[in-house]
Structures are given as C-alpha cells and as structure tokens.
C-alpha cells in the first residue's frame, strides 16, 4: 500500500440490497468486494476536496461533464413584438 497506514473498517448493519448491489458493481468491474469498496471511497473523498465551483452554470457543467454532455435543440427565435403605443 505504497508505504501508507493501513486503515480497517468494518461496515455493520448493511442493507441486504446495498450489499447486493455492491456485489453485482464488483462483479461488473471484475473486482472483489472489499477493493470495489475502495475504489467507490477513493472516488466519494477525490469530489469532496475539489473546491465548489464559483457559479451555478460551472457546477452544472462539472457535474455533467463526465457524462459526456448533451446536445440541446435550441427553439428558433421568433420576430419581437413591436412595443406598445401610449399615444
């Protein structure tokens, strides 16, 4: 473990779907258990330390981005209306 502490924890009480879940995701993977358990911590604690970005458009776009984006049909724009007369 690259000359790190090692840490043990034990998860009581589990949900037996969430176990269930956690099983088929490392299956999905090709990973046991306990390291799909590591990889889903080392994931969670990477996004808690990147500093929330400064605008709603740039945390919508960081939160998306690894989805690959979509592509948004744009309604085309219509002629104004002229304004009201207060002759």
Known sequence: MNGASVASI?????????EARLRIRAADHGLSVEEEAHRILRESVKRR??????????????????????????????????PPSFN
């Open 49 to 82: 330390h990147h500093p929330a970005p400064a605008d709603l458009a740039a945390a919508i776009r960081s939160r998306f981005a690894p989805l690959g984006g979509v592509e948004l049909e744009l309604p085309p724009r219509e002629l104004q209306r002229d």
């Open 10 to 18: 034990t998860i009581q009480d589990l949900d037996d779907d969430v």
